[in-house]
Structures are given as C-alpha cells and as structure tokens.
C-alpha cells in the first residue's frame, strides 16, 4: 500500500482546510451557504490554536508514514514545500494565539461584509403589512 502517498494526501488536505478555514469566508461574500461549512471550520482551526491542540490530521499522517516505514519527512515536493506551510520552526504557544486571533479577525470582518450584503427584511414601518 503507498502509506507515503496518502500521508502527502493527508498533508495536502490539511493545508486546504487551513486555508478554508482563514481564507473561506471570502466565498461566503458570493455564495453565502459556504458559511454553513465555513464558520464551523474556522471555529474549529481558531480553538485547535486557542487551546494547543493537535489537529487530527497530523497524527493520522504520522502514523500512515510510520506505518508505511516512510520516514517522519523526507525529500519529496509536499514534504519540503507543504510540510513547512504546517509545522514551521518558529511555531511557538504564543504564535500559535496569534494565528487563532488572526483566524477570528480576518473571519469576523469578512462575516461582517456579509452580513452588510444581506437584503434588509421589510417590516411594519416599511410598507409591510402585519398579519
């Protein structure tokens, strides 16, 4: 079975939930039934950073390589190149608020905009008649 592919395959769905979860919001300004999806997945990448957990995704990718007898990271495109985007060096409990902030913030504004966006509701005053 190639363990070392479907770790890279891991891999790589891990940074696109990242970047959905930082960056999705902006899809929810066009098609606003993506926040059903996003603002779940932004909560969740915002608490993982709050609390200094471990995504799942990264021991299930650990233990696809080890049980593949691939090693931790190797040489390969998505281990020099995505791999880092994950788990770079200068991560520290600090940083890691830091980006949980930054997830609610960028979020938060987008959501904003969104809710800008949304046709106003007619009420009493606005010509609507009450039943």
């Known amino acids: 079975m190639p363990w070392g592919l479907l770790a890279d395959g891991v891999v790589i769905l891990h940074v696109a939930f990242v970047a959905f979860a930082v960056l999705g919001g902006v899809l929810a300004l ?27 995704l990264t021991p ?3 233990w696809l390589r080890a ?6 990271y190797g040489d390969s495109f998505v281990d020099h190149y995505v791999l880092p985007l994950l788990y770079p060096d200068w991560l520290t409990r600090p940083t890691q608020i ?4 930054f997830v609610v ?14 046709p106003a509701r007619p009420g009493p005053r606005d010509g609507a008649s009450a039943r």
């Not at 926040?35 to 990448?45: F, G, I």
């Not at 830091?98 to 902030?101: C, D, E, I, N, Y």
């Not at 913030?105 to 949304?118: D, M, P, Q, W």
């Open 105 to 118: 913030t960028i979020n938060l504004a987008v959501y904003v905009a969104v809710l800008r966006r949304l």
């Open 67 to 72: 049980n593949g007898g691939v090693a931790a």
């Open 30 to 56: 066009r098609w606003r039934r993506v926040a059903w999806v996003h603002l779940p997945t932004a909560a969740w990448a915002a608490l993982v950073e709050f609390a200094g957990w471990v995504c799942p």
């Open 98 to 101: 830091g980006l949980g902030a």
């Open 60 to 62: 299930l990718e650990q």
